[in-house]
């Protein structure tokens, strides 16, 4: 007998439920339904419409109802938007609105996958017609032609997620003058706050003006109102706060809704009616390393979910193991990836765990284009299971991320990490990676090998005067150092131990933190019982400490600051 399946939202679920189904059956009827003007798009892609990367508009858009049908024999209805559920009869109420009429369709099975909307906060002068929010073709076009119409100059963005911080980045590339409001005290959530900076100066020195730990009070004529009251210049606002669930359907529908005010699935993204299944950011799933249903609005896992229901609809079994959350982002002239739990999620979750913050080349040294890669790895306490990795840097980033994703998978610990064994080229690489130095970073810090403090600790220690040693070579140290540091380089401090205390600690850093290491070891071995190596050294607090320097104006702890 011939299924026919009903799809409820294209883009990644849906239109990869539909794709998926074509591949298992030949004879299946399946029609999809999107309530706007396009099917199949690339939503990540939007924001690069502003900046002219992505030229056409049109280029956006990967699949028009017509090649659907030509390819894959799939009816994809736009413009009509499914306005009922009714279980009992097993068909959808649809309301074609280019005629603003109603008529009805049955399924053998309904998939919805309506996605996420973005959140309109209730305040003065949110509908004003210069206040926008993105989330397909169509909102883009409006953003781009009115700014473009208006004589726009000055553009506020409300929110730092990766919406956000991308449509941020566009508009500064199209030379706009642009503020990024974030009620937050950082950009981008899945990174720590320290890891955060390093994004913050990034903005910042590209010309972006941001406005953290505030948020958005009133949209006024030419302008916006923060919380703290301060005006900003803005002829045109884009909301990019978050986003929350479609689930306006599947409740009316009377189907069952989790904890997180998502659509509650099964394993296999069946809701509480078995002949419905559940895809995308509109439904709730399982977090493998928090052990609780989260919401996770990324397209790699929409689509292996659409793959997991068209199979299941024909009996194909499924292995659901829940998700990390693993994301990439490029901003100006840094890649930034992520993934698992980072040290701030873990402490929530009240995880035993611990970390380290390195900066090894992302190639060999004396390569072109070689530069230092910041990479932080979070690991369970004692077990040193893995559990989460941010990177940021000019490199390849998001290799060692997905290094991290697969060996977090794997249940992977340091030791694992430690050993695997990845590809070197000089040119692409370091002979002991990236990922293979954190892990060994890991187990020093696990085995309590040495003591080391993280860059969140140093300004305290250098306003308390404490014994700080700086490891770099003299010309080094005049070109910027931390206000009372002692300049012991690693080459000279063998023939200089007279002026190294045992009587109270000693912290020792250099630019990336592999000379002070070096020197911490030693000075162990000789006896000194109180040393402590500066994670991330001085390129590592300098970047911690600029961004709140910029804009507090308040003491900085180095006579200079020096990101080379």
């Keep these: 007998m011939t299924k026919k399946i009903v799809i409820v939202g294209g883009v990644a679920g ?14 299946a009827e399946v029609i999809m339904f999107e309530k706007g003007p396009h099917v199949s798009f690339s939503n990540c892609s939007l924001p690069y419409h502003l900046s002219g990367i992505v030229e056409d508009s049109e280029k956006l858009v990967l699949m ?39 008529y009805e ?35 883009i076009e409006k953003i781009h032609s009115y700014i473009k119409h208006n004589g726009v100059k000055d553009i506020a963005v409300i929110g730092g997620g990766f919406i956000g911080v991308e449509v941020a980045e566009n508009l500064k590339l199209a030379d706009y003058n642009v503020t990024l409001v974030e009620f937050a005290n950082q950009v981008m959530a899945p990174f720590d706050y320290d890891m955060a900076q390093i994004l913050h100066k990034e903005m910042v020195d590209h010309g972006v003006n941001l406005v953290l730990d505030d948020g958005l009070a009133k ?10 009251g301060k005006q900003v210049d803005a002829q045109a606002v884009i909301l990019a ?73 024909y009996g194909i079994p499924n292995r659901n193991i829940g998700v ?45 284009n070689s530069n230092p890669m910041h990479f932080k790895l979070i690991f369970e306490y ?32 340091l030791e694992d990490l430690k050993d695997l064994e990845l590809t070197y080229s000089p040119m692409l690489g370091t002979a002991k990676d990236v990922v293979n130095h954190a892990a060994l ?16 600790q140093v300004r305290e220690l250098v306003e308390n005067s404490a014994f700080i040693i700086d490891a770099r070579e003299k010309n080094e140290y005049n070109d910027g150092h931390f206000n009372n540091a002692v300049n012991i380089p690693l080459s000279e401090f063998r023939q200089r131990l007279h002026e190294i205390p045992k009587d109270r600690p000693v912290y020792i850093h250099c630019r990336s933190g592999q000379r002070s290491y070096n020197m911490v070891m030693a000075l162990q071995h000789l006896g000194y019982n109180n040393v402590n190596n500066i994670s991330g050294s001085y390129l590592g607090v300098n970047l911690y400490e600029y961004f709140n320097d910029y804009v507090t104006g308040r003491d900085k702890i180095v006579t200079k600051y020096n990101f080379k």
């Design 14 to 27: 849906g239109a990869s439920v539909a794709a998926r189904v074509r591949r298992l059956d030949e004879s």
């Design 219 to 228: 949209i006024d004529d030419g302008h916006i109102i923060t919380n703290s």
């Design 441 to 456: 970073v890991g187990l020093n810090v696990l085995h309590g090998s040495y003591k080391e403090v993280k860059v969140s």
């Design 105 to 139: 369709e049955s399924y053998d099975k309904l998939v919805l996958s309506p996605g996420a909307s973005p959140i309109r906060p209730n305040l003065e002068g949110i509908n004003n017609s210069n206040v926008f929010t993105v989330r397909n073709v169509v909102d």
């Design 241 to 313: 706060i978050g986003v929350r669930p479609e689930t306006s359907l599947a409740k009316d529908a009377g189907l069952e809704i989790g904890e997180t005010g998502s659509i509650k699935v099964d394993r296999n993204y069946v809701t509480s009616d078995k002949d419905i299944y559940a895809v995308g950011d509109a439904i709730e799933v399982y977090h493998r390393l928090l052990h609780k249903p989260t919401r996770l609005a990324l397209a790699g896992p929409a689509q292996k979910q659409a793959r997991a229901v068209a199979d299941h609809i």
């Design 382 to 413: 004692p077990t040193g299971r893995i559990l989460g990795a941010q990177a940021i840097g000019k490199g390849n980033v998001d290799k060692r991320i997905d290094v991290i994703a697969t060996m977090i998978t794997m249940n992977g610990t």
């Design 64 to 102: 028009s109802p017509k090649t659907f049908k030509n390819r894959y024999n799939i009816e994809a209805r736009v413009h009509q938007e499914v306005v009922q559920i009714n279980r009992d009869k097993k068909t959808i109420t649809v309301k074609d609105l280019l005629t603003d009429s109603n």
């Design 324 to 368: 990390i959350g693993s994301s990439s982002i490029h901003l100006f002239d840094l890649n930034a990836a992520s993934t698992g739990l980072n040290a701030r999620t873990a402490e929530q979750a009240g995880m035993m765990h611990d970390y380290v913050y390195l900066m090894p080349g992302d190639k060999v040294g004396l390569m072109p």
